[in-house]
């Protein structure tokens, strides 16, 4: 996703404009397949821990702001991190990138991780893609594995926004041609609310 939309767009001015994000609750944030990218760094708080399989993204993050970063499966994340043990979980970009089933026991993990809030961010629907786009040769783990709608999402109780959105015009796959225009979703499952 384009840089400059990760800053412009996060998931904290998304929510606060759709009045549902917990303002003033999160300190402590786990970010879930940070990747390069560290989209927490665009997220107010004061402890941010990222996970990722791949040591050569988290040896080239860039982020302007303190972290912490750890070399793990982020599948096994239930077994890293205790029950309650952060305010938000953030599962950006990353339930695409697993099987269904696994991205569905990676949403229970991360919801009993989370005190406050569970953010997911992943296309609308199945996006094709194969090939690492940073060009660091983690193709394997930028594959594309399954697809998302709404409707998936709000059963589990999430409030989806949907909105267009336009991918970096990159070859993503290494036999089809995929439109860089797409439908985004982001969802928020308030916690705080549940959990009450």
């Given amino acids: 996703m384009p840089k400059q939309d990760w800053s412009e767009n996060n998931v904290q001015k998304l929510f606060t404009d759709a009045g549902l994000y917990p303002t003033g609750k999160i300190e402590t944030i786990l970010d879930v397949a940070c990747g390069l990218s560290f989209k927490s760094q665009y997220l107010d708080a004061s402890i941010r821990v990222g996970v990722d399989i ?5 040896e080239k993050i860039a982020a302007e702001c303190p972290y912490v970063a750890i070399e793990s499966d982020v599948r096994d994340i239930g077994k ?3 029950p309650n043990s952060f305010d938000m979980v953030l599962l950006l970009d990353i339930v695409e990138h697993v099987e269904k089933e696994d991205a569905l026991r990676l949403m229970e993990a991360a919801e009993s991780i989370a005190r406050v809030a569970v953010i997911i961010e992943t296309p609308k629907g199945y996006v094709p893609q194969n090939i690492d786009i ?4 983690g193709h394997e783990f930028q594959t594309h594995r399954c697809g998302w709608e709404p409707r998936e999402l709000q059963e589990r109780g999430y409030d989806v926004l949907v909105r267009d959105y336009k991918m970096c015009d990159i070859k993503r796959h290494t036999e089809l041609d995929v439109a860089p225009d ?12 549940i959990k009450s």
Avoid at 134 to 137: C, E, L, M, R
């Fill in 134 to 137: 940073w060009g660091h040769g």
């Fill in 182 to 193: 797409i439908q985004l979703m982001d969802a928020i499952l308030r916690l705080d609310k």
């Fill in 80 to 82: 890293l991190f205790l």
């Fill in 54 to 58: 791949y040591r050569p993204y988290l």
